[in-house]
């Protein structure tokens, strides 16, 4: 049988598309942590303990790029900077509501 539905293939796969923005083990995760609340660096620190300062660091600063979050930085002493959703990375909240739900559904609820 032969249809017309289009080939899926990297370039035009939007499940690749969006992993390309939140791929990995880290960035799903802090925009998890940061889908209610503005949160300081140390807040996701220690909401995420497993995660190194470094990566950290560098999760954060693609996830800016990619313009999922917005970064504010106050001209205080000591310095404070607050890491929050942009409206990009908000549309992903009904996304991370589900993986939620799912998560606590088929492994948390199951153990």
Do not use: H
Not at 31 to 53: H, K, V
């Amino acid at each position: 049988m032969v249809t017309n539905t289009p080939k899926i293939n990297e370039t035009n796969c939007p499940v690749s598309a969006m992993l390309a923005l939140i791929g990995g083990k880290w960035k799903p995760v802090i925009l998890y942590c940061l889908r209610n609340d503005t949160r300081r660096f140390g807040e996701l620190a220690a909401r995420i303990p497993t995660i190194s300062r470094k990566v950290l660091t560098e999760q954060l600063k693609e996830l800016e790029q990619d313009q999922l979050i917005i970064r504010q930085q106050y001209n205080e002493i000591p310095p404070r900077v607050e890491y929050s959703l942009s409206d990009l990375g908000k549309s992903m909240a009904p996304v991370l509501n589900a993986m939620e739900q799912w998560g606590l559904e088929n492994i948390l609820l199951k153990k």
